[in-house]
């Protein structure tokens, strides 16, 4: 375990974590870095599989899209927004003690990182009330859609999977990928902020053992670490060409009705001309 964590000694001698190691933030870039070189490689040079690559849309359906469909509403734009303002100001920042510069970086991060949770809560009620808080969660639908495409990629035959519905399983997994890291670094970055002078919380540094608080270091650690990687993949995404029209979409709100069926199923995302865009993917 010792590559993984860093160990210390406290006033009384007894052994406690203190934090992550630090090298695993540069297994973490060259991660990021490998898995964009992986995946270039694999989608120029890779066979494609024989015959279409998606199952054919109901056409009815499918003359029922708008010219254009509204793919996120503002609020959850601004929400994205202040979001990856956040967490690109909190990994900047914890970078600063491993590259070794001299500068008030504590107060930036715990900063950011009250927005980031404020942005986070705020997203669960707009998305529990507002929107269909199930279209993004991983079912079954999409395990078979994901072991479908696979099969077809390794060259073993399968039939040609559905388009998606607003979200892919992919974008899905991902989400959960972001929620997992989440549920580690925010509860505990809050409490790490009672160790350090701030206008929110009282400091009170013997609110925990040693040991606790050294879970806490490593729990929070790890999971930044490992949202270095998720960032890293999320914007080489960004900025491939084949999906600039799922990044304008989070800049300007909506997408082409040549882009929607190009991607989306319209029987899995219903849209309706003069409605709100809704997933077939209902809650339940």
Not at 143 to 157: L, N, V
Request: aromatic share 14%.
């Amino acid at each position: 375990m010792n590559y993984l964590v860093q160990w210390g000694i406290n006033p009384w001698g007894e052994d406690t974590l203190i934090h992550a190691q630090w090298g695993l933030v540069y297994v973490a870039l060259a991660f990021g870095v490998c898995f964009m070189l992986g995946h270039t490689l694999f989608v120029k040079f890779w066979p494609k599989p024989a015959g279409p690559s998606t199952a054919p849309v109901n056409e009815a359906a499918a003359a029922k899209v708008p010219a254009r469909v509204k793919r996120h509403s503002l609020a959850a734009r601004t929400f994205h927004w202040i979001m990856a303002a956040s967490m690109l100001t909190l990994l900047g920042t914890a970078m600063v003690p491993i590259l070794g510069l001299e500068f008030n970086w504590v107060e930036i991060h715990w900063i950011a990182g009250l927005f980031l949770t404020v942005s986070i809560l705020y997203h669960i009620i707009h998305a529990s009330f507002y929107l269909d808080f199930w279209s993004i969660w991983l079912n079954k639908e999409d395990a078979s859609e994901a072991i479908a495409r696979f099969k077809r990629a390794m060259g073993r035959s399968a039939p040609a999977p559905r388009k998606a519905a607003k979200y892919p399983w992919d974008n899905k997994m991902y989400h959960t990928a972001i929620v997992l890291s989440a549920l580690a670094v925010v509860p505990t970055g809050l409490f790490m902020m009672k160790r350090v002078e701030t206008l929110v919380f009282v400091r009170n540094s013997y609110l925990f053992s040693d040991g606790t608080w050294g879970v806490m270091y490593v729990l929070h650690g790890l999971a930044g670490i490992g949202l270095v990687g998720l960032v890293i993949a999320h914007i080489y995404f960004a900025i491939r060409p084949e999906k600039l029209w799922i990044t304008k979409g989070m800049v300007f709100g909506d997408i082409t009705r040549q882009e929607f069926l190009a991607h989306h199923d319209p029987q899995r995302w219903i849209v309706e001309t003069g409605a709100t865009p809704r997933s077939s993917e209902q809650r339940g």
